[in-house]
C-alpha cells in the first residue's frame, strides 16, 4: 500500500510539474511574447495571463486529486480593491491566491526578479520586489507610486505578512510592510486564513500528496477600514488585531501539526 501511495504521489507530481514547466514554455509563453509584443497595458494583460495559467494548474490538481477538496467561500472570491493578508502554509499559497484574482499584485522575493524569464514575468507583472535596496529601488518607487491607481481600478494586492510559511500551524510574527502599504493607499484590509495547503503539498517535500483526504479552505477571517487619519491610528496596534483574528481562527482549527 505505502509502494502504491508513493506511485500515486509521484506520478501526480510529475503531471502538475510537466504542466508547470512544459505546458507554460509550449502554451502560455507564446502569449506572453504576444502580449510583451502588441499589447499597451501589459501589465494588466500579464496579470491575466498568470492568473489564467495558475488557475489551469489547479483546475489539474482538482482533477488528478479527487480526494482533495476545496472550500473557497465566495466573499474571497469577490474581494477587490483591497491589501489582503493572509497566513502562510505552503508554497502553493501564492500562486492559490493569483488563480483567485484576475487583477492582482503581490512582493516576491528580490533574488526571483534575478532569474532569467521569470524576473521579466514578474517585473511586468507588477509585482513588488521584497527589497528596495540597489537595482530595486526605482523599481519599487514605480510600484508604490502606482498602487493607489490599481487599488482603485479593483486590483488586489495580497502579501503574507508572516514572510515565511508556518511549520507548525502558528501564527509568526506580523511584518509592517502590508499595513504600511494599506496605510499610505489608505486601502480596507480583508484578512484570508488558509487552511491544509500545507497537507496537500508539505513544506521540505517535493511530492504533492495525491492519496490522502484532505481539505483545503481558504476563509475571509475580517474585514477591517482603519480611520488612517486618526490620531488613534497605530500600525502595532492593526498588526496585534490582525494577529489576534488569525491565531483566533488558528484555535478554532484545531492547530494542526504537520
Known sequence: MRRYHFLLDLLVTLSLWCYYTLGFVLFFAPFYFL???????????????????????????????PSCRWRISKAVREIRSSVIVCNHRSYIDPILLISLYAQHSTIAKARLFCIPVLGTILSLSGYIPSTARGRFADLMVDRIDGMDGFLASGGNVFIFPEGTRSRDGRIGSLNKGAFKLAKMCKAPIKVLFIENTDKLFKP?????NAHRPNT???TL????????????????????EVH???????????C???
Open 256 to 258: 494542526p501539526r504537520l
Open 221 to 240: 477571517a475580517g474585514e477591517m477600514n482603519p480611520d488612517y487619519r486618526s490620531g488613534l491610528f497605530s500600525i502595532n496596534g492593526l498588526m496585534a
Open 216 to 218: 483545503v479552505t481558504v
Open 35 to 65: 502580449v510583451y509584443c502588441f499589447v499597451k497595458e501589459r501589465r494588466t494583460a500579464f496579470q491575466k495571463l498568470n492568473h489564467i495559467f495558475y488557475k489551469g494548474f489547479f483546475g489539474l490538481i482538482k482533477l488528478l486529486i
Open 244 to 254: 489576534a483574528l488569525l491565531e483566533k481562527h488558528v484555535k478554532s482549527a484545531g
Open 204 to 208: 521540505g517535500q517535493f511530492l504533492f
